[in-house]
């Protein structure tokens, strides 16, 4: 038997001997861990163990979500992917997914974009189709008052 399987079975029945003496219904996780080497972690865990409840406990206990780790590190980069990917209306999210309204957040974003750029080109247009000095009276006033009140109704959408 290896050194690394005597050491399970010595914390196996550690533990065993441990729940012995635990509350009913408690459950207990051994984890082992040589910081900057996540090849040697070594976690040992109760049946049934609810690996969220874990974190909830250490976050009772002082883990905090600010500082730095790889989790939150992905979870943030997944976050921010998930914002870009919703601006460019590309590789939305399985339905249910939880980053879906990150999705949606960022094609929200991405459509207004689009809105005003649309409005800023048809201003542009405007302008060179009916110079300052002679602008078709009626049609290109006309023309100026509707990107105008589209203008009004796209900037009611964004905040303040």
């Known amino acids: 038997m290896s050194a690394v399987q005597r050491f399970h079975e010595a914390a196996n029945d550690a533990l065993v001997k441990l ?10 996780a051994l984890v082992i861990y040589t910081p900057g080497e996540p090849e040697r972690d070594i976690v040992i ?48 999210p399985p339905a249910d ?24 080109r048809r201003l542009v247009q405007w302008d060179l189709d009916y110079p300052v000095n002679c602008y078709d009276g009626y049609a ?3 023309a100026l008052n509707q990107i ?5 109704t796209v900037i009611a959408k964004t905040p303040a």
């Open 19 to 28: 729940s012995e003496h635990c509350l009913p219904g408690a459950k207990l």
């Open 97 to 120: 997914h939880w980053g879906q309204q990150f999705w949606e957040i960022g094609r929200a974003e991405g459509e207004l974009q689009e809105e005003m750029e649309t409005l800023l």
């Open 140 to 142: 290109g006033l006309k």
């Open 148 to 152: 105008i009140a589209d203008a009004k």
């Open 45 to 92: 865990e109760d049946q049934g163990l609810d690996k969220n409840e874990v974190v909830s406990a250490l976050r009772r206990r002082g883990l905090s979500i600010d500082g730095d780790n790889d989790y939150k590190a992905d979870l943030c980069d997944s976050i921010v992917g998930a914002l870009a990917f919703g601006k460019q209306n590309t590789n939305p």
